[in-house]
């Protein structure tokens, strides 16, 4: 293999690991926006879980699932979606697990 071909096979094999961080750091960016969409509602988030491979309506979406706490201290979780372009969240389900015992320590 000569120095020219090695390049090539170089770069080539460069396009999936770019496509692969754009990607990572657009779910990363969906996962922000559930949390600012939770901040705004004035509800503190447990924890937001990446839901890989969520089929809805025909398309694609940024899924997750998402356990919370509401401002009277009721622990909710809910199944929402982003889409990859813009800062909307959608709920799909939400329903209330607890009734003030976070899970996890403060």
């Known amino acids: 293999m000569t120095t020219e071909e090695f390049i090539v096979w170089r770069n080539l094999a460069v396009i999936p690991v770019i496509v692969g961080i754009l990607w990572t750091l657009a779910v990363l960016l969906c996962r922000e926006w559930v949390k600012s969409d939770l901040n705004d509602r004035l509800c ?22 998402v356990m919370y706490a509401d401002a009277l201290g009721q622990i909710h979780r809910a199944l929402c979606w982003t889409f990859w372009h813009r800062p909307s969240v959608t709920w799909i389900s939400d329903e209330i697990i607890g009734i003030g015992q976070d899970p996890t320590p403060k």
């Open 44 to 65: 503190r988030p447990i924890h937001v879980r990446w839901l890989p491979f969520s089929w809805r309506n025909g398309r694609y979406r940024c899924a997750f699932r």
